[in-house]
């Protein structure tokens, strides 16, 4: 199952338009995704031409470090701070993704209906195909592993940015790495 261009730019400028989003897709050329994310984060072009969120793409902060906000750091690092979870969850993490926090309460903002919400988020997802892995920073473990818990209190990310908080999801199918991504700095 597909989606197509206007769909997906709909669903990611809706929901992400008043966050502080990095919402980007970019081609995979490496077994290790990693690089794939890495060269993401420098801006490389989408490999379908679709528009996604960067609300750094002017930041003056840019000319001396291309990847800003994102810090730069080896592959290794940032695979050491990632960590794999299923579909649900990250269906889950696209909507906490849309306001600081990191939670699901962010969807009171909007005027649309739950169900409305996450089939905007099931719209970003279908791009990368059924076969996708979902990676994350955020730390919430659920009951079972690879799942995040959206009711826990209790929370953590590892951090890859300049600010004092970023939390995103990093979509990983054969051809295409889509990262979403949030930042905040209190």
Known sequence: MSVDRTSWESAVHHLYEDAYPYDA?????????????????????????????????????????????????????IARRLQEIDRDSAENLLLALTDDGCTLSNLSRFAESEATLRAMARTILKRYGESALFITNVKRPG??????????????????SVYAEDYGLIVVSGTEVGMFWNFADY
């Open 25 to 77: 897709t970019g081609p995979r050329h490496h077994e290790n995704w990693v690089l794939d994310v890495l060269a993401l984060m420098a801006r490389v072009p989408d490999p379908r031409g679709w528009t996604g969120l960067d609300d750094a793409a002017e930041n003056p902060e840019r000319e001396a470090c291309p990847t800003h906000p994102f810090a730069v750091h080896p592959p290794e690092y």
């Open 143 to 160: 009951h079972a592993s690879g799942t995040l818990d959206f009711t826990s209190s209790g929370w953590a990310y590892s951090p890859l």
